[in-house]
């Protein structure tokens, strides 16, 4: 059993920058896939970004390319979202997902933890 608290969500001007944290209980990330995920009122939550415990191997959706970076820190247990040049479509509730798997799904369906998520809203 995995138990992820998402934090460091808020209010930031476009082409801001913003750094999510995910703090993990009850497992060690050592062993674990990792992904971010947003939502959106009315919209199916999609892929941010991912990151595979195999070959340290990071996965990103082509919105966020080049923007957000994600990384996991294992002594601490968390997994943080760098998220740069931030822009309006940015605006969403951001969750951070986790299964024991070696590389990251694309897919909601390809975690089995969940956090609460965190809202992130870009002023324009």
């Known amino acids: 059993q995995v138990h992820l608290v998402e934090s460091g969500g808020g209010l930031v001007q476009a082409g801001g920058s913003l750094t999510l944290s995910c703090a993990a209980s009850?497992?060690?990330?050592?062993?674990?896939?990792l992904g971010w995920f947003r939502q959106v009122p009315g919209k199916e939550r999609e892929f941010v970004a991912g990151s595979g415990w195999i070959d340290r191997s990071t996965y990103y959706a082509d919105s966020v390319k080049g923007r957000f970076t994600i990384s996991r820190d294992n002594a601490k247990n968390t997994v943080y979202l760098q998220m740069n040049s931030l822009k309006s479509a940015d605006t969403a509730v951001y969750y951070c997902?986790?299964?024991?798997?070696?590389?990251?799904?694309?897919?909601?369906?390809?975690?089995?933890?969940w956090g609460q998520g965190t809202q992130l809203t870009v002023s324009s």
């Open positions: 997902a986790a299964d024991p798997r070696p590389f990251p799904s694309a897919e909601v369906h390809g975690y089995a933890y």
């Open positions: 009850g497992r060690t990330l050592t062993r674990i896939a």
